[in-house]
């Protein structure tokens, strides 16, 4: 007879709650396939969640979410959270339009207390919350669970020494999947782990100290050290025992009789902030996965029995992939150039450039912070360093960005991956800010690739740029299929250049939006209104010349750009208005820019079509700025 599955049964952590431990392993394994199942389906993040499966199941059942509150560091591990709090039904909808988010989202449960996407801000996030239960005196948990990889930002570790200087009740779970920082798990370190959680032990070691402190004070010193020595040796917690927290480990995270005796324990502690120490793997239970290099950490939709992941046909080649080669190119005529990344050497193309020179390649962690000012100090050394960071996680560098790089011009060259929408990951991932916070700095240099030619172009410009700091930004995903030079030539800085002449309407682009503009063009054509088209290049500095020829001889002039307002197109304005174009009244200026809003996830071309930045909304827009009707625009804004 044919077992009910046990997923069915529990529909939220509730239910869960009301079973039995011993059916605790037999919805692990449900759970697993479960996931394994949607992500074949929709892509995604598939290592990281079957890592933290029997750690799932154990936190919904010893903790009575949503009440206590569970926070996944990146949130590219809950699939299997969202699956067990009430969004089975829609997980194959997973960073599809219209679906689930990749990561947790307030908006999206009450189970996602805390929205996040960027690593390491859980155990930020996790004192806030537990100090706002403190100040309203509730009582309640606070977890944060973070991963091995997450640890090495500095945020993580600052967040730690204040909440141990708080002493709040907080539970942080350090997901040790990859840096091999523990001792050997198994039937010794579990008892050490369940011994040193345990309340009597904690009482024995409150009365040890009660007892110790009526000694003279060198041998209550002595005797600390020694009892905390002891506990360091045998589970090697030191580290985050001088940080003010209770360490608890290691323990094996895929074994429930390890981790539920714990997680209780820690549970009912009445002490300030407790590190439990979990050993996971990537993958875990899927043999295709546990094969793989990198545990399927991303993948795209998959065969569930073999684990061939389905390929798309790719009419050109990737941008990152443009730049990767272009970049070894540059570096074999110039041993000055060295590249850094935070944490992504595959996902900028910097895993091809180690390749090729291992020694001028440096990969910081999770870091942004770090990898801007470790790049300001190779530039002041006389190098060339290539700091290859997405545009999202370059805010998080930013402050450094700005001290350390553009105050001193010091030379370091930004190569900004995914501008612009990204698609399936949606708002907190996309590249929407970049043009507007860089060109803002004095001295920076910002351009924009509109094709991959054009990118390798821009690799070449900023490999012979020594002036200060300068940036170009490319998109997530393939090329146009334009034809590639044999090596990319010099620009002039702060010169643009035009594709298609006309008189009538100009379209400035920034970025490859220029597609779209030439297809726009054509369609304007058609209607009789003859379309110069530019590719301006450069965000800063402007091309003065083609904006003062643009406004005298044309009608309207537009600009598009793959970014938020106050990015190219308010500089554009800037520069009208300060040259007295805007003061000839028959010139009509618009703008065309990202919505003011955070798009969730769907495809790109969805998004842009949306945002009104496709060939459509070009031509919509150029005709409104004529007065004339265009018929209903697909825009979100009014």
Not at 77 to 90: C, E, M, S, V, W
Not at 216 to 226: L, M, Q
Not at 282 to 305: L, R, S
Request: charged share 25%; aromatic share 6%.
């Amino acid at each position: 007879m044919t077992k009910t599955p046990l997923l069915d049964q529990v529909p939220t952590p509730a239910q869960l709650r009301a079973l039995p431990e011993s059916d605790l392993r037999r919805l692990a394994d449900e759970l697993r396939a479960e996931t394994i199942s949607a992500v074949s389906v929709t892509g995604g993040h598939l290592g990281a969640g079957l890592g933290v499966v029997e750690l799932t199941v154990a936190l919904h059942y010893v903790f009575d979410t949503p009440r206590d509150r569970i926070i996944w560091d990146v949130g590219h591990q809950a699939y299997p959270h969202k699956i067990l709090t009430g969004r089975r039904d829609r997980i194959r909808t997973l960073r599809q339009g219209g679906g689930l988010s990749g990561f947790t989202k307030r908006s999206e449960s009450d189970y996602d207390p805390f929205g996040a996407a960027h690593s390491s801000t859980s155990i930020s996030a996790g004192l806030g919350m537990a100090v706002a239960r403190d100040l309203s005196g509730g009582r309640n948990n606070v977890v944060a669970v973070i991963g091995d990889g997450a640890m090495s930002a500095g945020m993580a570790y600052e967040a730690m020494n204040n909440a141990g200087a708080m002493h709040s009740r907080l539970i942080v779970i350090l997901n040790d999947n990859d840096m091999s920082i523990a001792p050997p798990t198994g039937a010794m370190s579990a008892y050490l782990a369940r011994l040193v959680s345990s309340h009597t032990y904690r009482s024995l070691r409150e009365t040890a100290k009660q007892l110790a402190r009526r000694l003279p004070k060198f041998f209550y010193d002595k005797a600390k050290r020694t009892e905390e020595f002891g506990r360091g040796f045998w589970t090697g917690g030191t580290l985050f025992e001088e940080l003010g927290f209770y360490y608890v480990g290691p323990i094996d995270g895929h074994n429930l009789d390890h981790l539920l005796p714990v997680l209780k324990n820690v549970r009912d502690m009445e002490r300030g902030p407790v590190l439990v120490h979990v050993v996971t793997q990537k993958g875990k239970g899927y043999p295709p996965a546990e094969a793989a290099e990198d545990k399927y950490h991303g993948v795209n939709t998959f065969d569930v029995v073999t684990g061939a992941q389905a390929k798309p046909k790719a009419n050109a080649p990737s941008y990152t992939r443009v730049f990767a080669d272009a970049l070894v190119q540059e570096a074999r005529r110039d041993d000055r150039i060295v590249a850094v990344t935070a944490a992504m050497p595959a996902g900028t193309g910097l895993d091809v450039f180690g390749k090729a020179f291992p020694a001028r390649t440096f990969d910081v962690g999770i870091a942004e912070q770090h990898a801007v000012t470790f790049a300001a100090g190779l530039a002041s050394e006389g190098y060339k360093p290539f700091c290859a960071i997405y545009s999202t996680f370059l805010q998080r560098g930013y402050d450094q960005l700005v001290h350390d790089v553009s105050i001193q011009k010091l030379p370091v060259r930004f190569a900004i991956d995914r501008a612009g929408l990204v698609g399936a990951d949606g708002s907190t991932h996309a590249g929407s800010f970049d043009i507007a916070y860089l060109t803002c700095l004095p001295d920076m240099v910002v351009m924009a690739a509109a094709d991959e030619a054009e990118l390798t172009h821009m690799v070449a410009t900023a490999a012979a740029y020594d002036e200060g700091p300068i940036a170009f930004r490319y998109p997530r995903g393939e090329g146009v299929g334009v034809e590639m030079p044999e090596r990319g030539e010099v620009l002039e800085i702060g010169k643009g250049r035009v594709l298609v002449e006309g008189s009538h309407i100009a379209l400035l682009s920034l970025g490859t939006r220029l597609a779209e503009c030439l297809k726009a063009a054509e369609d304007l054509k058609a209607m009789g209104l003859s379309t110069t088209v530019a590719d301006a290049r450069f965000a800063k500095p402007l091309d003065r010349d083609l904006l003062r020829r643009l406004a005298q001889s044309h009608d309207v002039l537009i600009t598009v750009e793959e970014g938020s307002s106050g990015g190219f197109g308010a500089a554009v304005l800037s520069a009208l208005a300060e040259d007295g174009a805007l003061d000839r009244g028959a010139l009509r200026v618009r703008t065309m820019t990202l919505p003011d809003v955070y798009l969730d996830q769907d495809k790109p071309e969805r998004l842009y079509a949306k945002a009104g930045l496709d060939a459509k909304g070009v031509v919509a827009r150029a005709l409104e700025a004529l007065g004339r009707e265009a018929g209903p625009a697909q825009s979100l804004i009014a």
